[in-house]
Nanobody, 125 residues
Framework: QVQLAESGGGLVQAGGSLRLSCVAS????????MGWYRQSPGKQRELVAI??????????NYADSAKGRFTISRDNAKKTVYLQMDSLKPDDTGVYYC????????????????WGRGTQVNVSS
């Protein structure tokens, strides 16, 4: 079973930066996708950034609110997915979750989604 552990959250002033990390318990090449999601107070969990593995290449996508400010990346050797967040705004406040999707065949095609426990990000104005 895949296990994920996020870290890197904290309190930062508007305009500052944070880098979130998500360490996986297995090789990142096994995953169909790896993404970061955010749940802000009073809101539903939403996608922030994602890496989709397509034909052995990475395809990254970002929420409109994250484009130009956030960068998702991965380090295979460390089994870690990062989210570099720059020019942070108070609206970026929330709990950030790492999610992986694993697609494999066992008698039939199966999808396994796993979530980390989240890391809190607070951006003050």
């Amino acid at each position: 079973q895949v296990q994920l552990a996020e870290s890197g959250g904290g309190l930062v002033q508007a305009g500052g930066s944070l880098r979130l990390s998500c360490v996986a318990s297995r090789s990142l090449d096994d995953f169909t996708s790896m993404g970061w999601y955010r749940q802000s107070p009073g809101k539903q969990r939403e996608l922030v950034a994602i890496i989709n593995r397509e034909r052995n290449a990475d395809n990254t996508n970002y929420a409109d609110s994250a484009k130009g400010r956030f960068t998702i990346s991965r380090d295979n050797a460390k089994k870690t997915v990062y989210l570099q967040m720059d020019s942070l705004k108070p609206d970026d406040t929330g709990v950030y979750y790492c999610k992986t999707e694993l697609t494999y065949y066992f008698r039939r095609w199966r999808n396994e989604n796993r979530w980390g426990r989240g890391t809190q990000v607070n951006v003050s104005s």
